[in-house]
């Protein structure tokens, strides 16, 4: 089974241009209205919907106004079928550093995260380079 990656990587392009922007419309094109966003780094598990989601992002300032440089790599994408994929992915986000692992879908819309399980390691900021 060949499977066409480039509409996935779009959608993860997309997806780091509205983390770097903090940008919740461009993260509403990718992220699916009922995807979950979920972290165990610290003791307790967060577990949001999109709802509780973005106005975090749309409070939090934007790297790019920060002036901070890009550092968002695609890892790796798999597909379990025509309609599914894996991605692992990492970017920064301030003194954050995290790895997200990324599940799609294929919609009527095409493709959108599903959900979003990461982790992150905080860094300071003259470590960051």
């Known amino acids: 089974m060949t499977q066409d990656f480039e509409p996935v ?6 997806y780091f241009d509205g983390l770097y922007h903090s940008d919740t419309d461009r993260l509403r094109k990718v992220l699916h209205p009922q995807a979950r966003y979920v972290c165990a780094t610290d003791a307790d598990l967060v577990n949001l919907s999109m709802d509780e989601y973005f106005p975090i992002v749309d409070k939090r300032p934007s790297p790019a106004r920060a002036g901070q ?5 695609i890892e790796s994408i798999d597909f379990a079928g025509p309609r599914t994929a894996f991605a692992r992915v990492r970017c920064v986000v301030g003194e954050r550093h995290f790895t997200d692992f990324l599940t799609l879908i294929l919609t009527g ?7 979003k399980v990461f982790h992150y390691d905080r860094v300071a900021p003259d470590q960051t380079t």
């Open 9 to 14: 990587v779009l959608v993860l392009k997309t």
């Open 69 to 73: 440089v890009r550092a968002d790599v």
């Open 109 to 115: 819309g095409g493709w959108r995260i599903i959900s």
